[in-house]
């Protein structure tokens, strides 16, 4: 059975719109996407879904299809603000739709099989594709979904502080808790810390973090829309709002639903918070490609 993988680049649609083209890393122009993209296939999965917005869709095909027809099957999928959003009504300030979550319930229609979900812009790495793909196909349930654990180390910029999702994982290696923690950074000593407010706390530099990349069953979708619209009802005139996957991970965990594995990956992580991380990517994918990991033109 094929594994389908999901992945989120609503937001990088502006980008494509006005460049034609989101920026190329790779020596014949690829993107991050590219290189997710082809793990997942030399990794199992048979189906790649894009959720993107309607406007840039036609852009956004015209540069994916060509590449990707006879590798593996195709989907796309619109994020749209008035989506699954029921009777309510969206503010009129609010400018873009609701979140990863809600663009994860966007998919419910496109999917019936266990999936993955990655951002578009994150570097994974092989080893993690491999291990999503091995859970979904032999794990995975509507009691089990998985995350894959980033070690914190692996995930930091060298020029400036980031925001990860710190796991608290238990004694089976079952996620606990989230912690959304803003502005991490190695300081000058080599630790690791994070601020809240103008407090500094140190953290492992082994803690996993999640990087976005989640396995899950499609009975999620049900749950996510029944979650969705209580988040509405509480937040409907908010216009900032977001409606993110560790929620759903969050509630999935507290209300019993089933656990939540946390598959550690020895991957190193990269990609662009930062204009200046850009060389660095480049350099980092250039060695991948030195030591045969992948050819210097992906698609030939």
């Given at each position: 059975m094929g594994s389908t993988l999901l992945i989120l680049a609503a937001g990088m649609a502006s980008r494509y719109g006005s460049m034609k083209q989101v920026e190329g890393f790779g020596p014949s122009g690829e993107t991050i996407m590219d290189y997710s993209i082809y793990d997942a296939i030399e990794s199992g999965f048979t189906k790649v879904v894009f959720i993107i917005r309607k406007d840039f869709a036609d852009n956004f095909k015209a540069i994916?299809?060509?590449?990707?027809?006879?590798?593996?099957?195709?989907?796309?999928?619109?994020?749209?603000?008035?989506?699954?959003?029921?009777?309510?009504?969206?503010?009129?300030?609010?400018?873009?739709?609701?979140?990863?979550?809600?663009?994860?319930?966007?998919a419910k229609y496109a999917i019936n099989?266990?999936?993955?979900?990655?951002?578009?812009?994150?570097?994974y790495g092989r080893d993690a594709f491999q291990k999503a793909d091995k859970f979904l196909n032999t794990k995975c349930s509507p009691k089990l979904y998985s995350i894959i654990g980033y070690e914190l180390i692996k995930t930091l910029s060298e020029n400036?502080?980031?925001?990860?999702?710190?796991?608290?994982?238990?004694?089976?290696?079952?996620?606990?808790?989230?912690?959304?923690?803003?502005?991490?950074?190695?300081?000058?000593?080599?630790?690791?810390?994070?601020?809240?407010?103008?407090?500094?706390?140190?953290?492992p530099s082994d803690?996993?973090?999640?990087?976005?990349?989640?396995?899950?069953?499609?009975?999620?979708?049900?749950?996510?829309?029944k979650i969705f619209q209580e988040f509405l009802s509480e937040n409907i005139s908010a216009p900032k709002s977001e409606f993110f996957i560790p929620i759903i991970g969050d509630r999935f965990i507290k209300e019993g639903q089933g656990a939540i594995e946390v598959i550690p990956t020895s991957a190193q992580w990269f990609g662009v918070t930062y204009k200046e991380d850009a060389p660095q990517v480049q350099k980092s994918l250039n060695k991948l490609i030195g030591d045969g990991v992948y050819p210097d033109n992906l698609w030939k």
């Open positions: 994916f299809e060509p590449k990707l027809k006879g590798r593996i099957e195709t989907d796309y999928v619109y994020q749209d603000m008035s989506s699954f959003i029921g009777d309510y009504k969206a503010p009129a300030e609010r400018t873009k739709p609701w979140g990863t979550a809600h663009a994860v319930l966007c099989e266990p999936f993955a979900v990655i951002n578009a812009d994150d570097f400036g502080s980031v925001s990860r999702g710190v796991c608290e994982v238990d004694a089976d290696n079952n996620l606990v808790s989230i912690a959304e923690r803003t502005k991490i950074y190695s300081d000058e000593n080599g630790k690791i810390t994070y601020e809240d407010g103008d407090q500094k706390f140190e953290v803690s996993k973090v999640s990087m976005n990349f989640w396995c899950f069953d499609p009975s999620m979708f049900s749950f996510t829309e």
